[in-house]
Structure formats: C-alpha cells, structure tokens
C-alpha cells in the first residue's frame, strides 16, 4: 500500500531544553485508510497533527504527507490537506454560507467550483435550510458538523479530525461518528485522533497508542489486543465512594492479576483469568472492608493495552 | 491578490456586524463631538498666557491709544506680551511666518467713529471731555464751543473696522486677543457714555441759567439716548492669515475622530490574537495561503475598517457644520492616519501574549496617546515637552495635520507632517514584524 503519510522520528519540544511533546514517534498512513491515534489528554496526539498539517515546525525528524516535506514544500503539503481542529474555528458573526465561502476561497476554490462545493457540503452536514443563518445561533452539534465541513471543502487527500467529538451531545456524537465512518467508506485517507478507546476501536483500520509523547504500540485492534495476550478485566463497582484506590494496590499481590487501576468509581483488574482470581479478587475487597456492588467481566479492549502498557486507566 | 481581499472583506464584514464595535467606532465619537461642542460652543475660547501680539495704532486720536493702552493695562496681566509697531507689511508677514498670534490693526480714523463728538469738542475748545467732571468749571467760550461740537458732530454712517489678523497657527490665542479688544471697546463705550451723560448735564444746568437754548439741552440729553442704544460705531474682524479661524466643532471632531480611530484598530489589533486562540488563525495558516498573506490580509481588513470608520465620522460631523479642509488632503491624511494607527495595533497584537492582555494595553495607549496629544484638551495650550512627546502617537500627527487642513493651510503645508506619520508607521511595523516573528517562530 502507498503510504500518504509518513512520519519519522518525529520529536517536537516547545522550549529549549524543555520536555518533548512528542518524542520518537514513527508511524504511516496508507491511502484510504483511517488511522487513529489514540491517548489521554496531554499526550501529543495535537502537537503531531500539527506537525503533520505545518503549523509546528519539528525540531527533529522528518514528516511527508503525499511525498511532500512538511518543512521543505509546506504550500503542497497543505494543499492536499484539511483539518478539523479541536476548537470550533469558525467566524460566529458570519452565516454557515460566509463560513464555507470563506474558507473555500482560502483553499483557493471560488467561482461554480466553490459554490458547488457550498451547497454539497451544506447538504452534507444538513444544514442547507440554516446557510443563512449566523453561526452564533447555532447549537453546538450543528457548529461541530460546520466545522467538519469546512475541513472537506476542497475534497482533500488526507483529513486530520482532532477530537472531533469532544464536549457534544451524544446524538451529534453519533452523526459525527457515522459520517466519519462514510468518509472512509468513500476513500478518504483520515488521521482522526482521540481519547475515546470506543472511537478508536469502531472506527480504526489501524490504531497508534500515545503516551506521554511517545507511540507506545501500533497496529490492527486485533494486533494490540494480542499485546495483552489472552487476558481479561474484571470491573469492580464498590459500595463506597473511597478505597478503591486502596484495593488497586492491594490487588497487584494476587497470583493471576495483571494490573489493576481505580478510576471513576470503578476498579479495573487485568487478569489472566476470571475464573481463577475472580474470588480471590472479592476476598481482597472484603478483608479492606470495601463491599463490591457490581462486577463486569470484559473482552481484552484498548483499555486493557492501555492499562498493560502503562499501568494507568486511558481515562486517568 | 483575491485571498487579501477575500480575508479583509470578512474582517470589515465581522467587524461591522458588531453592534458593540459599532457603538464604539461611531456612535461614541460622535455623541463626544456633540457634548463638547455643547460645552464650548462652536466657536471658541480658552485661557492662555505670553500671547505674542503686535499693535499697529494707525488712529491719531486719543482712541486709539487708550485701545492700544489696554494690551499693556494690569487687567490683561500676563495674558499678552503686546508690541508697538509701525511697518504693517513686516507686521502682517511675522503673522504669515506664525511668529506671533496676531497683529491688531487699529485704523485711522477709529476714534473719530468712536467720538465724533469729542473729536470735534477738542478741535473747538481745546478740552479733552472724556476728563471732564459735572463740576468743572467752563468758560462761556468753552460752553458756545462744546454746543457747537454736539451740533456739528455726526456718527459715520459706515462703522470702522477693528483688524485682528491672525495667524492659524495660534487658533486659541486669537480668540483671547479678539476677547481683549472687545473688552477695550466696551471699556471706551463706557467711558463715552458716562461722558456724554457728564455734557448733558452741564448743557441741562447751562439751559436753566439761560446760557444755552433749552432745545439744545433736550437735543443733547436725546442725541445721549441715541448714542446708547445704537452701539459702538466700531466693527470687528478676525481675519486669518489663511481665511480660516479656530472652531471647536472642527477641533473635537478630529481629535475624538482620531481617538476612537485608536480604540478601533487596537481593538481590531486584539482580534488576531482572538483568532489565535479561538483557532481560526492556526486554520488559516494551514490553507494553502502565504502566512505574510494572512497577516497582510488581516491588516488590510483593519485599515479598510479604519478608514471606512473616518469616513463616516468626517461625513457626520461635516453635516453638523464641522469643516474639515481641503477635501484631497483630508482623504489622504485619513489614509495615512489609519496606517499609522492599524502600525500601533499591530505593534500592541505582536508584543501582547493574549486578547486580554492586548486590550488592556490598547486601551491604556489609547487614552493615555489620546490625553498627551490633545484628544481631551487643546493641543496647542498643552506645555511644548508634552506636544514633543506625544508625537509617539498616531493622535498628535493626527490631531496637527487636521489642524492645519481646518485652519486652511494650504495642503502642501501637511507633507512634512504626512512624512513624520509614514517614518512613525514604518517604525511600529517593524517592531510590529520582529514581535510576530516571535510569536509565530
């Protein structure tokens, strides 16, 4: 497969001798296909989308996107891409039509090119009867599906979508979601990056894990569910609203627990096997005085790699 | 070329759908116009002090000299260093080379129109009536003589002119000068009048010891009347060098003009560092348009609002009777102006670390540029230093050249001045470039 994206080596640090936002990282992008980069908040997920669309200069290594140096030929590089950025970069003063004329003209469309691509992308995101309404009347699902449309216009070899669904309603997540998945069904190439592990694994062809700057596993969903081999997490709710961090310890010294982590009002346990640390795991809980309210067994997810990888809960 | 219209048309287009943005670039200069024009008047007049004036008496009356007299009298104190001259060409050319405020030109014949009666009094006895008391004692001769000066004299069907020709330089200074005249004037009308009223009497007392007709007194007593109610048979003129004098209307159309002009482009300053963090400017820089582009265009988009905002503003105030100059050079002293006023936006968004930050800091510039150079107090009574020092401000250049176009200097008069702006702007561009780079390395 041609790779579209390709990044080396990519290290990015804001300051002098300051931390790396993003540190050692390699991967590939294939035409067509959607790749997901998937972290906690803080973990360079944007700091290499913007190195990828040239706002950010690296300060080692390499990025090309469509055979183009992202430092070399920037002017190429963003002519064959659009993004989605995290925050709904839109004008609220200007109607959903100026937005779309706007910055179709900035990618340098206009003429019957650029109202052609107005009124698809209108129709695209259902907001044809609203065009000439300003954008600051408009909920926060319909800005975040402007927003996606504004990264269409030009119909772009590659799309980056940071967080696309972070802060909406779960119905706009819904759309959103479904329309990526339309994209890529159409050929779109798409970097989409996210701390959501169910995002990742609904809509991945391939998934990058970062952590702390650093890409901690990449491959198939299938190819990092082997990582943790054939494990399993248990998900322990307590009755009490404390000690759960307690239990996470006091779990690491149970033969056949792999990990254990206390997050949200739940304990999640990897173990290699439920049948065999399921009461073990109970007995720990109980000797704390802690009552388990409910318990979940789950398939191996993302959120065991994580927790394998790192030790810490994705939601951590 | 299209993307720099493109982005400067939506920049004037967000800009001007603002109502708040709107409220403060038009409606609140206008609405400061209107209140100090209340408070003023559109005229004017102002203290000051060491006003350079010169006296050119040309009157061989006692008049004359007791007009001149009064720029040397303790009532006007320090208000005026006045100066005697003789040569009116050389007089009227110090004017012309703005040496002094203003020459006041009092004509030949001023004290025959101010007291014809007088005059002739002198001819025919000698006396000097303005000194005389209701118990002075005349002699027969000199009590034919006075009847007969009352007869003979008449007040000049035309009333003299009193010159002030000033220079547009010395706006203010030329109404404080115009103000001691008239005060002079009055001050000689008083004196006739309690003279005429001192001759009335002593006709009245020359009539009941039978020495003079009883219808000479009735005619005199009349002819007293008269006098008061017809006013001084003096008129006067403010002439300025140029043909134009200093109005208030015109002064604090400009200056607020130019103030909020400030307001506007710091504020539209500001709003590249909003765009930066609402994320529309890191999406601009991602299309496929130059970086120099963006910033070109944002800047553009600015100016354009800047100028679209003087615009209105002179046509506004223009209809409300302030008078601007000579329309060309009005057009590209706004010109200008706005470049040199979007240079200080620039200048503020570039070293500024947000919107916040980059707002406080403009308005702090704005009033503080705004006070310096004249936007609240007239420019030219602020200590020189201070006009020295506010030429750092967009304001002050601002504030003198439409000065100078309302005073009806001619436009070729402006080109150092416009030269000083275009110096000031490329500077604060330059430091605007260097803080950009920074910014965006």
Same mark, same amino acid.
């Given at each position: 497969m041609t790779a579209l994206v390709e990044v080396q080596n990519l290290y990015k640090r804001y300051t002098p001798g300051g931390a790396y936002a993003v540190d050692d990282v390699s991967f590939e992008i294939h035409a067509g296909e959607l790749f997901s980069l998937l972290g906690p908040n803080g973990a360079g997920k944007t700091t290499v989308i913007s190195t990828i669309s040239t706002l950010l200069r690296p300060t080692a290594g390499a990025v090309r996107v469509d055979g183009c140096d992202v430092q070399r030929d920037p002017m190429a590089v963003r002519r064959v891409i659009g993004v989605v950025p995290q925050e709904l970069a839109l004008y609220d003063d200007l109607t959903a039509y100026e937005n779309l004329r706007f910055w179709g003209e900035m990618r340098g469309l206009h003429g019957a090119a650029l109202q052609h691509e107005i009124a698809e992308k209108l129709a695209l995101i259902e907001l044809a009867d609203r065009a000439k309404d300003r954008v600051a009347t408009f909920s926060g699902g319909m800005k975040r599906r402007l927003n996606l449309a504004v990264g269409l216009l030009g119909n772009p070899k590659l799309l980056m979508l940071d967080e696309p669904t972070v802060a909406i309603d779960p119905q706009s997540r819904r759309y959103i979601l479904d329309w990526v998945k339309r994209l890529r069904e159409q050929g779109v190439t798409i970097l989409y990056t996210t701390h959501y592990m169910e995002e990742a694994q609904e809509l991945s062809d391939r998934i990058g894990i970062i952590d702390h700057g650093k890409l901690i596993a990449l491959g198939t969903l299938d190819e990092l569910i082997q990582l943790v081999g054939q494990h399993e997490m248990l998900s322990l709710r307590l009755v009490q609203e404390t000690g759960g961090a307690e239990l996470a310890t006091a779990l690491g010294s149970v033969a056949g627990v792999i990990g254990a982590n206390a997050t949200n009002g739940e304990v999640l346990v990897n173990v290699t096997s439920v049948?065999?640390?399921?009461?073990?795991?109970?007995?720990?809980?109980?000797?704390?005085?802690?009552?388990?309210?409910?318990?979940?067994?789950?398939?191996?997810?993302?959120?065991?790699?994580?927790?394998?990888?790192?030790?810490?809960?994705?939601?951590? | 070329m299209r993307k720099l219209l493109v982005l400067s048309g939506k920049e004037v287009l967000v800009t001007f759908r603002d109502v708040g943005a709107l409220l403060m670039m038009l409606a609140t200069p206008l609405a400061l116009t209107l209140v100090m024009m209340a408070a003023?008047?559109?005229?004017?007049?102002?203290?000051?002090s060491d006003i350079p004036v010169l006296l050119l008496n040309r009157d061989e009356g006692a008049f004359g000299q007791r007009l001149a007299d009064v720029f040397f009298s303790p009532s006007v104190g320090n208000?005026?260093?006045?100066?005697? !001259?003789?040569?009116?060409? /050389? @007089?009227?050319?110090?004017?012309?080379?703005d040496e002094v405020a203003a020459l006041v030109v009092i004509p030949a014949d001023f004290s025959a129109h101010m007291f014809p009666f007088g005059v002739r009094a002198q001819e025919l006895t000698g006396l000097d009536v303005t000194a005389l008391a209701s118990d002075t004692?005349?002699?027969?001769?000199?009590q034919a003589g006075l009847a007969q000066a009352f007869l003979q004299s008449r007040t000049p069907a035309n009333p003299v002119v009193v010159e002030i020709y000033a220079s547009p330089d010395w706006r203010i200074s030329t109404l404080v000068v115009k103000a001691i005249v008239s005060q002079g004037l009055e001050q000689l009308n008083v004196q006739i009048a309690g003279t005429m009223q001192i001759i009335s009497r002593l006709m009245v007392e020359m009539a009941k010891a039978g020495r003079e007709p009883a219808d000479l007194a009735g005619g005199l007593q009349s002819? !007293?009347?008269?006098?008061? /109610? @017809?006013?001084?048979?003096?008129?006067?003129?403010?002439?300025?060098a140029t043909g134009r004098g200093f109005s208030w209307l015109g002064y604090y159309a400009s200056s607020m003009a130019v103030l909020f002009l400030m307001f506007a482009v710091t504020s539209g300053g500001r709003t590249?560092?909003?765009?930066?963090?609402?994320?529309?400017?890191?999406?601009?820089?991602?299309?496929?348009?130059?970086?120099?582009?963006?910033?070109?265009?944002?800047?553009?988009g600015i100016v354009l609002t800047g100028i679209l905002q003087m615009l209105i503003l002179w046509g506004a105030t223009a209809l409300i009777g302030a008078y601007w100059g000579y329309p060309v050079a009005v057009l590209a002293a706004i010109v200008l102006l706005v470049?040199?006023?979007?240079s200080v936006g620039a200048f503020i968004s570039a070293w500024a670390r947000t919107p916040g930050q980059a707002g406080a800091i403009g308005s702090a510039v704005t009033l503080i540029g705004g006070a310096l150079s004249g936007s609240f107090f007239v420019r030219w009574n602020l200590p020189q230093w201070v006009q020295y020092l506010s030429l750092i401000t967009p304001n002050a250049w601002g504030i003198e050249i439409f000065g100078r176009l309302q005073a009806g200097r001619a436009p070729s008069t402006i080109l150092p001045w416009l030269g000083g702006m275009i110096l000031l702007t490329v500077i604060y561009y330059a430091l605007a470039l260097v803080g950009f780079r920074r910014q965006f390395k």
């Open positions: 049948e065999a640390t399921l009461t073990a795991v109970v007995a720990v809980a109980t000797g704390l005085g802690l009552s388990v309210r409910a318990i979940e067994i789950h398939e191996p997810n993302l959120e065991a790699v994580f927790l394998h990888l790192t030790g810490r809960a994705l939601r951590d | 003023f008047g559109s005229g004017s007049s102002t203290p000051i208000l005026v260093t006045a100066t005697l !001259v003789t040569d009116e060409t /050389a @007089a009227r050319a110090r004017v012309e080379a004692p005349l002699t027969p001769e000199q002819g !007293v009347a008269a006098h008061e /109610a @017809a006013g001084l048979p003096i008129k006067l003129s403010i002439t300025s590249l560092l909003a765009e930066r963090q609402r994320g529309t400017l890191p999406r601009l820089l991602i299309t496929p348009t130059p970086p120099l582009v963006v910033l070109l265009g944002k800047m553009g470049l040199c006023a979007s």
